[in-house]
């Protein structure tokens, strides 16, 4: 049994479809692997060091903030942890006792991220602190035992409160007051449950404890799963309740607003697009990292239109880099009915160009930062309207990833990314500013760097019909490979 | 009406559908039968534009389907779940087709109104999304959707198949009625034969992407089709 089970594990994971993205995507995250691996690894033995440095006793430090971090960890987990419960569907109607598939899939999450990156924490600073302290050596295993015993009953409370928003966030609130009561030092939490951590090191016997809250966890979550293991219960996705939007005043706008209407129950209503909606918002504040002057190689000319560029288009960038691939999964009713590619562009382009004016007014704070910083950023503006939301859309007619509306996941990192010409168009839209700007800030000054910018921005706006008419060619030429392409579901 | 001539399409060398000369006229009910992969889909994706031809073409009222776009405002099609779009509800939806048709919302709602006891009360005012939906109530939505602003050519992917007995019944009525307008071109394609010749004035066969049968129904077409697919 466990052979089988460990045989679908393996095909699960190498046929998945990270890995059928091409060479360069896997090498890149096989790197992007190593990199966060080495970061935790140096993480845990800089912790103990930095600790010692400081003059901290490292292990009792950790102890008394080992609250907050499990904390934290539980919230990190309640946000993006899945649950393993829906690809056991297809062994339920085979003869496995259900005993077997809930301790499969519960043994199965024991094998996610969540749990391993605490390894590479806690790993290397027990290490250090067994080379390093004069902590006893069972007494540090004793400790280590412990500590992961907490971590994977994270695990398992993230299972058995796992989208229960009326427990979690209770909770969440009182550990935030007791941080913030702690911060201001009317109430230090700390100073008590750090007997508890201390005591798992300083005694032999302490160490049961986590170990059996742990078992303990395990048997209820194994309960909760044995009882609900039906497709209507415990298996059942949620379903949204609808709700009716008529956005009639979209109706002035004509054919457009008919897509506009849709485009804004697309973002309203799919987890994938609510995603890019916050990572636009995310972006406003971007520009934060450049105009603080916190750091100073960003303080160069180049830097300052980049993010300039980056406060007003956060929008265009995310949202428009997978146009079309937002109707993907409708695409073959979108190219058999009665619409032309003009007005389908043309909605996309509205849309892009209101959040790009939505996002330079929001980010008006930045005047405080002086008038010259804003000044960046609403040419910054004029630029994306005029030449970067087009070059978003031509550089989505090659775009052939369809998207999972349903899933928050892969918001980062699709092999799109690497498609050469996709890549070949998307760098125009931040070298080319920056170049503009540079070549007028030092030939005359700043003011002349903005009107170039502006200038790019207001003729690409003049030649409007010409630009469309380009892209238009391109989506037709492209129209049956894609189809083709979104076929396939993500 | 529809023209067919020379039409092929090759997978990889591989020839998955050659119709040689086809000929739909105006008003007419085509069905097309065949077992899986005899090419149903693939004609219809073709007579759509979905995909491109390897060689010949189609001619929709007197209108190229793979050089032009005109045939897109009289052709309407339901092929399969991907012309629903999940995150509307089954009136948001209508009203979109109703609006890229030139229909008002009174148009849309009329028509609506007039096939609401093919819903059977699971669709409309449920607060429910098309992609929560039944397989079977996700067909009725697309299938009525695809009859939004008298399209003259109408076609349907399997209409029949996942529909309970009943609206079986309630579609089988609704296709006759249009099959007897003569105005509208219909083409549906199906697996069950009794359906089929029940509802089409003329049966087209399809084996292994050749026209292998070409008649007009009569008493006596079940019997043949079903002597011809017999094992």
Known sequence: MFR????????????????????????????????????????????YFGLEEAKLEPLETVNRYLLYFLFFDLTVRYFLQKMPVLNIKPMLPIPIPKKIIVHYALSKCVFSFFNLYQAFIFVPFTVVLLLKSDVPVVNVLLWHVAVFALVFSNN???????????????????????AVSHYYGWFDATLYTQHFFNSLSDTYFMFLVPCLFFGLLYYASFNYFRKRLHLDTGLASKTDLATTENLTWLNQFGSMGTFLKNDIRLLRRNKRSRTTLFMSVAFIFYGLLFYTGSIEV??????????????????????????????????????????????????????MVIATCISTVIASFYIIFGWKIYLL????????????????????????TPIDLTSSKRAFGDKQAFNFKTLLISLPKLLVPVLLYTIGYFAYGSELGLLLLALAGIAGFLFRDKMFNVIEKVYRTEKYKTIEAYKEKA | MIQVRDLSKSYSGVKVLNIHNLDISKGESLGLVGNNGAGKTTFFSLLLDLIEPTSGHIINKNVEVNTSEEWKKFTAAFIDESFLIGYLTAEEYFYFIGEIRNRNKADVDALVAKYSEFFNNEILGTRKYLRDLSKG??????????????????????????????????????????????????LISSHDLVHTVEVCDRIVALQKGEVVKDIRTSAETLHELEAFFAV
């Open chain 1, 156 to 178: 398992f409370i993230n299972v058995l409160i796992n989208s229960k928003d009326s427990v979690f966030y209770p909770v969440l609130a009182i550990v935030g007051l007791t």
């Open chain 1, 377 to 400: 950023i609403v040419f910054g503006a004029i630029y994306n309207i005029g030449v970067n939301s087009y070059l978003v859309l031509w550089a989505g007619a090659y775009v052939k």
């Open chain 2, 137 to 186: 109530n996700m067909k009725k939505v697309g299938i009525i959707a695809a009859l939004i602003g008298n399209p003259e050519v109408i076609i349907l992917d399997e209409p029949f198949a996942n529909l309970d007995p009943t609206t079986v019944n309630r579609l089988k009525k609704i296709i006759k009625e249009l099959s007897e307008d003569p105005n509208v071109t219909l």
């Open chain 1, 298 to 351: 960003y303080s160069s000319p180049g830097f300052q239109v980049f993010a300039g560029i980056f406060v007003s288009g956060g929008f265009l960038f995310t949202f428009g880099q997978f146009v079309p691939s937002w109707d993907s999964a409708y695409y073959q009713l979108m190219m058999s009915q009665n619409i032309s590619y003009k007005q389908y562009l043309a909605s996309k382009w509205w849309l």
């Open chain 1, 4 to 47: 089988l089970f460990a045989g679908l594990e393996w095909k699960s994971f190498v046929r998945s479809k990270a890995f059928a993205a091409n060479l360069v995507l896997k090498i890149l995250m096989g790197l992007a692997a190593v990199y966060f691996s080495v970061c935790f690894l140096f993480l845990g033995v800089a912790l």
